[in-house]
């Protein structure tokens, strides 16, 4: 049986050593609810050389604490398994909270996707690599698995490091799969041109608008965007923010 007001009171978190409450309403019904004010759920689903990232939404919780999630509809329903592995990422509380799990069984008929009980819920850890805080507008492209754009979305890169970034963009627009690959666009301060960084989803933070660490990928150190990166990095290191914050 399913709690069909949400999780149980009193959930422990090693994040905090505590009992956190928490007493968030649950999913009620999909033709009443919006996606903004559901429990929104990100999971990282590992599928060998293409993981992807799917949004959905925690209906409840059972009695041996495994997680019910719904999923959109038009989801590709083969690429889910039982046993493949899950990173999931929600927010309680207003705070990022993350697990690892695995899927206990693939429910087609509602949708959703049955998870085990994860045996640790943390908050997700502050970035440690150097960053320069930055407010460059720019656009984020989403893919597929086979590498084809799922949308070209509005992004605002909030730091910069020479390993990648840190942005934020809509979630409402968001494609509800897609694989963790994307393809970032922005021009640099003083670089003339358009810089185009292909990259991988790190992290995510769900609220108040979707936020992502982006790792970037660049094919060799003579990459255009590679050396517009460096290039500008270098004339910014006085500017550095702390690096544990």
């Not at 690599?129 to 460059?136: A, F, G």
């Not at 809509?170 to 003339?192: F, G």
């Amino acid at each position: 049986m399913f709690h069909g007001l949400g999780i149980p009171k009193k959930i422990k978190t090693e994040a905090f050593g505590k009992t956190t409450e928490y007493f968030q309403k649950m999913y009620q019904t999909s033709q009443t609810t919006s996606i903004s004010s559901v429990n929104t759920v990100w999971l990282r689903v590992e599928d060998g050389a293409n993981p992807t990232m799917l949004r959905g939404h925690l209906i409840g919780m059972g009695s041996d604490h495994s997680m019910l999630c719904g999923i959109p509809t038009h989801t590709t329903w083969k690429q889910f398994k039982v046993g493949m592995t899950c990173h999931g990422h929600t927010v309680i509380e207003g705070e990022t909270y993350q697990f690892q799990t695995t899927i206990k069984e693939v429910r087609q008929d509602q949708p959703a996707l049955l998870l085990h009980n994860p045996p640790r819920i943390t908050r997700r850890p502050p970035r440690t690599h150097p960053r320069v805080p930055v407010d460059i507008s720019g656009t984020i492209r989403p893919t597929d698995p086979s590498g084809a754009v799922l949308a070209v979305l509005p992004a605002t890169l909030i730091d910069l490091c020479t390993m990648g970034c840190q942005l934020t963009t809509s979630e409402t627009t968001w494609p509800n799969l897609a694989t963790l690959t994307v393809i970032l666009s922005c021009r640099l301060p003083n670089i003339d041109h358009t810089s185009k960084f292909h990259g991988r989803i790190e992290w995510i933070t769900p609220n108040p608008e979707l936020q992502m660490g982006i790792q970037f990928q660049f094919s060799s150190f003579e990459d255009v965007a590679c050396r517009d990166l460096e290039r500008w990095f270098g004339s910014q290191q006085a500017k550095l923010i702390n690096t544990v914050a």
